[in-house]
């Protein structure tokens, strides 16, 4: 086995009513000034206002930016790096999906370093500890705030652009699973199979470890057990917290193992027709799961009965009944099963096969992959 290193460096809060505790944790920061950068769903439903207000009841002065959309863009971070300035504020908080969370890092790096955020693009560009960050999710699904990632759209390529560095992990994370529970059905259900991806790609990765083995293997365990329930009922608190700690070891996991073809191939797609993340991945999933059944080595008869209802013994299992087992989850809860049913058109493939390849998540895919596998992909997964 080759040398590996890891590291939590921040502080971790679970549990419902947690988010009471954000005032402490910012105080800790050394913060005075907060500026929360959310969505506009969760502006209208009241949460910002709700975080805003816990923070100014202890003194600390808050602003906001609540303008973060779906796969958001480079004009999205370059509004909000402006109106961070604007504030004079000294810290941030991410309060929502992935989308916030992403363009908050984005901000943390460009707000102190200046340029644009496509300056940063890859791995080793950000040059130290960008403007300290909370993150608060209130989706189970991107593992954003314990990932060293950020992804960002640049319209001008039809292209998601994705900056790599361990000074983008934010400083603290409060998973409180109280708000979860409003979420609907199918966002519950794309955040989902996006945390059980994260987990199952970090776990065949090439470059997986010991270390993030047990965090995907603690991930899909957790997935498996509360998914179907949280997606029922989102009320169902014991089951939005099984997620939301999921989606948290999910995103350890594959901070330190990368992922593969999934992510690597869900990106254009996103990138050119606006597909919501996790609908992406979900969809690829059965597709390029099958496609690495090849190089398995045993993770997947362990993935299987962390997932499945029925759990079946080792002689009995074939590495294709993994695919079939995702394929079936997704129409359990709702996902449509191909490209074409989200407005995906064939005429992109070489492109986005083009911008897959551009991704490093390809080099640590199980199982080796040309331009001519990534074309065969997609044409299959469309139909």
């Not at 993030?212 to 899909?220: G, I, P, Y």
């Not at 089951?239 to 869900?266: C, K, N, P, Q, Y």
């Amino acid at each position: 086995m080759s040398e590996y290193t890891f590291s939590i460096p921040q502080d971790i809060v679970v549990g419902k009513g947690s988010l009471a505790k954000l005032p402490d944790y910012a105080k800790k920061l050394g913060g005075s000034h907060a500026f929360i950068i959310s969505g506009p769903h969760l502006n209208k439903m009241g949460i910002v206002d709700k975080c805003a207000q816990s923070l100014i009841e202890q003194g600390i002065q808050v602003d906001s930016f609540t303008e973060t959309e779906g796969n958001p863009s480079t004009e999205t971070v370059e509004k909000a790096t402006h109106a961070f300035k604007e504030s004079g504020a000294d810290f941030i908080i991410a309060l929502g999906g992935g989308s916030p969370m992403d363009v908050a890092k984005a901000v943390g790096v460009v707000a102190k370093y200046g340029g644009s955020i496509t300056d940063y693009e890859g791995g080793g560009k950000v040059p130290g500890d960008i403007i300290p960050l909370i993150a608060i999710p209130t989706t189970a699904g991107t593992g954003s705030e314990v990932t060293a990632f950020s992804v960002i759209t640049d319209h001008s390529r039809n292209y998601k652009l994705t900056v790599f560095s361990y000074k983008l992990i934010p400083s603290v994370a409060i998973l409180d699973p109280e708000l979860l529970t409003t979420a609907p059905a199918s966002v519950a259900a794309a955040c989902g199979i996006d945390a059980m991806v994260h987990a199952f790609e970090a776990y065949i990765s090439k470059a997986a470890s010991p270390f993030s083995d047990a965090m995907a293997e603690k991930a899909l365990e957790l997935i498996g057990k509360h998914i179907r329930k949280y997606v029922a009922d989102r009320s169902d608190v014991v089951a939005a917290e099984g997620m939301l700690t999921g989606s948290l070891f999910a995103g350890i996991a594959f901070s330190w193992a990368r992922l593969g073809d999934v992510h690597a191939m869900s990106h254009p797609v996103s990138a050119y027709f606006n597909v919501a993340h996790g609908v992406a991945n979900a969809i690829l999933l059965p597709t390029i799961t099958e496609y690495n059944s090849l190089a398995d080595t045993g993770k997947y008869y362990k993935t299987y009965n962390y997932i499945s209802k029925a759990k079946v013994k080792e002689e009995a299992f074939k590495s294709e009944d993994l695919a079939v087992l995702f394929k079936a989850l997704n129409q359990e809860l709702g996902i449509p099963a191909s490209l074409s049913e989200v407005g995906v058109c064939e005429n992109k493939f070489d492109a986005m096969a083009d911008d897959a390849l551009k991704s490093g998540n390809i080099l640590v895919n199980p199982r080796s992959t040309t331009k001519k596998d990534v074309l065969a992909l997609y044409k299959k997964a469309f139909k």
